[in-house]
């Protein structure tokens, strides 16, 4: 019977969501068969390693967000030789980067906002765009720390000023109208979801709260956009080098007309598993249920540097 470790928790700022994650990727995976090893990971990266000891079969990493997603778990594990499941350490670690993210992105020709990295100082100073613009940390994910800077808004310097995500930010025109998002497994863009937060945006509440967002899928947009969509999210995760599954976030403006404005906003490489997700959900719209995903990432775990 093959043995997975399950990797959850971890010392991000998600540790909760990924908690949740764990917790459902576990009780899937027992129930497609596999003998499970459930490892929550904490500050103390030897007590990880000694976990892995003798090593399993194969890591499913539910870790999210700095140290379990950027590619630094990742490394452990190809030292240690073990198969893990998700993207491997460059293309980790160039998804989280926000900045290297953007190079990748538009080398590839892929559609983005217009945007710059600026220090905190600069952003106290002045606007760094015409608002309204987007202040977004370069290394978190869920929408952690990420504010919206409204026209006739003061709060830039307040964001400035109680910024904790180091000493720079990505600064991106704000992009109007729909929140989209595209799941990719493998060579395979699964579907396109809408995503209607219940206030406000698509922030860390509306992503993991219940009743914080409604998902509309397949998404009822014009058929060309839906097809840029699977398109784009199946070159960004190429051009990344990811491989398993990864999941596209896109804002879609529709607003002067149709087909609309489609805009990529960034490639997450460890999408969330928790009972809110979108991953498992178009999943399940193509007729794989739950435990059949995580058994397909297993499947697909290998040392991918």
């Not at 470790?5 to 990924?18: D, M, N, Q, T």
């Not at 890591?59 to 452990?76: C, K, P, T, W, Y």
């Not at 460059?90 to 926000?98: E, F, G, H, I």
């Not at 906002?113 to 940390?137: F, I, M, N, Q, W």
């Amino acid at each position: 019977m093959t043995r997975v470790a399950v990797l959850h928790g971890g010392i991000s700022a998600e540790r909760e969501v990924s908690l949740v994650s764990g917790r459902q990727v576990i009780a899937a995976l027992g129930a497609a068969g596999f003998a499970v090893v459930p490892i929550e990971v904490g500050p103390d990266l030897g007590a990880v390693i000694a976990a892995l000891t003798p090593a399993p079969d194969v890591v499913f990493n539910a870790l999210h967000g700095r140290f379990g997603e950027d590619g630094a778990i990742q490394g452990v594990l190809e030292w240690l030789g073990i198969r893990y499941t998700h993207s491997g350490v460059l293309a980790s670690a160039l998804a989280m980067d926000k900045e290297a993210a953007r190079r990748v992105f538009a080398a590839a020709n892929l559609p983005l906002a217009a945007g710059k990295v600026v220090t905190r100082a600069e952003l106290a100073a002045s606007d760094p765009l015409p608002a309204p613009y987007v202040v977004k940390p370069l290394g978190e994910g869920s929408s952690v720390g990420v504010a919206i800077v409204a026209a006739g808004d003061n709060r830039r310097a307040e964001i400035a000023a109680n910024w904790r995500f180091g000493e720079r930010a990505l600064v991106e025109e704000f992009i109007p109208g729909r929140e989209i998002t595209v799941g990719v497994l493998g060579d395979r863009a699964l579907t396109v979801t809408e995503i209607l937060p219940a206030a406000g945006f698509y922030d860390y509440r509306a992503k993991y709260a219940a009743g914080g967002s409604r998902h509309v899928l397949p998404a009822r947009i014009h058929p060309a956009a839906f097809a840029e969509a699977l398109a784009t999210a199946l070159a960004a995760h190429r051009a990344l080098g990811c491989r398993g599954a990864s999941r596209a976030d896109f804002r879609y403006d529709d607003s002067a007309g149709e087909p609309g404005r489609l805009v990529l906003l960034e490639v997450n490489t460890q999408p969330g598993l928790t009972p809110t997700s979108l991953l498992p959900e178009q999943a399940a719209l193509t007729g794989m249920d739950f435990p059949a995903l995580c058994a397909w990432m297993v499947e697909q775990a290998a040392c991918r540097v």
